[in-house]
């Protein structure tokens, strides 16, 4: 019999997620029945989305949703062989047992040498997130000025590098030096610490004095009401996400858009990455690709242990990541 380790949201977040809303049960797994595979995880993805989504989607005692690079210790279905790697989505647990049917395979052609953990982040939802949102939302074409924040993290970095790819000019925002030096290191034609800057105002003008074709916008609140006024006219944002009001109890206030948007006639778009599920395979081997070629790079912010898990969830919030936040059980 396998006892399974899991963490539940004890408590709803009330602001800034503490350790204290979270509770580390143990599971009693059930045998194999037929068609069933036992995993285990290897590595646990912490990402923000799992703030705005515990509130709508769960409820307090539920394992926390997220998922894992899982490997398969038995099977009683000739589809996975035991040894196999697989994407889940079941949640911060140490092993659990699926029908096959939730499970993604890792692409065939990943190599040996590369860490699978990138399958969470890069090769992952996070770089899907990057590829659609730029091509599909921002649309960006060569020659553009493409800006991003919170540019030195999981979306973000991919962002800056694709961007780099398809012959834009890249402005990144990170909230620490080390993440500035990070994004010049990836190739980022300007960036800055948002954080120290006198006036972000004056730095987005002078990273770009003519302005900005597209914003990728990871974080909303104060930082998109200013760049939105230095959009170039007929400029694209892509609304990825809004980080900065993830643990507000009290909703933030204007300024409001519509002034620049109309007479900027700007779009603005927000988007989910599954809308493209449907082309995850062109987008995941498009990702393995270029980091295989050594045309994008990757880091990562690893946490070692299961028990950390809370502890890896609130320094990503708080921005203690370079790359993309992992946990290795
Ligand atoms: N629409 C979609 O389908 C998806 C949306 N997302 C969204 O993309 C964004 C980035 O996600 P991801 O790359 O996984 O996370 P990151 O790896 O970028 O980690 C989060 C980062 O956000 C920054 N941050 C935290 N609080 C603030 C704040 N108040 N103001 C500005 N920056 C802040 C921190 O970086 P710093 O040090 O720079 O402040 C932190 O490192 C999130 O908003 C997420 O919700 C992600 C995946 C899919
Ligand atoms: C199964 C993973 C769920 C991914 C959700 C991605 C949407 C994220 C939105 C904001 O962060």
């Known amino acids: 019999m396998v006892i399974a ?5 004890k408590k709803h977040f009330d602001g800034f997620p503490k350790t204290s809303d979270f509770d580390l049960k143990t599971i009693e797994l059930p045998n194999l029945k037929d068609g069933e595979l036992l995993l285990e995880s290897v590595f646990l993805s912490v990402d923000p989305y799992m703030r705005p989504y515990s509130q709508w989607q769960m409820k307090e005692g539920d394992i926390m949703i997220g998922t894992q690079v899982a490997r398969i210790v038995e099977s009683k279905n000739p589809a996975f062989t035991v040894g196999a790697f697989v994407v889940g989505n079941k949640g911060w647990t140490t092993h659990f ?15 040996e040498s590369l860490p699978k953990s990138l399958a969470l982040g890069t090769v992952g939802m996070p770089g899907l997130t990057a590829y659609f949102g730029l091509l599909e939302v921002c649309k960006m074409k060569p020659g553009e000025t493409v800006l991003v924040n919170a540019a030195a993290g999981a979306v973000g970095s991919v962002v800056g590098q694709l961007a780099k790819i398809g012959g834009c000019k890249v402005v990144g925002c990170a909230g620490s030096d080390d993440k500035v030096t990070y994004l010049k ?24 004095p003519d302005g900005y074709d597209c914003f990728f916008d990871n974080v909303g609140g104060e930082f998109a009401s200013v760049a939105i006024n230095q959009m170039k006219k007929y400029g694209r ?16 206030k204007g300024p409001y858009v519509q002034f620049p948007m109309i007479f900027k006639e700007l779009q603005m778009e927000g988007f989910l990455v599954s809308r493209w599920n449907d082309r995850r395979k062109e987008g995941l081997q498009a990702l393995l690709k270029w980091v295989v070629e050594g045309k994008v790079k990757y880091h990562e912010q690893v946490t070692e242990g299961f028990e950390n898990m809370p502890m890896a969830f609130i ?5 203690e990541n370079l790359g993309k936040a992992i946990v290795k059980v």
């Open 315 to 319: 320094g990503m919030l708080k921005g």
């Open 97 to 111: 047992i699926s029908d096959g049917k939730d499970l993604q395979h890792l692409p065939s052609s990943w190599p």
């Open 237 to 252: 944002i892509a609304i990825c996400g809004a980080i900065s009001q993830y643990n507000d109890s009290v909703p933030q």
């Open 185 to 208: 290191k990836l190739g980022f034609d300007e960036a800055f610490n948002y954080k120290t800057v006198k006036s972000l105002d004056e730095a987005l003008r002078k990273a770009s």
């Open 5 to 9: 380790k899991a963490w539940v949201l």
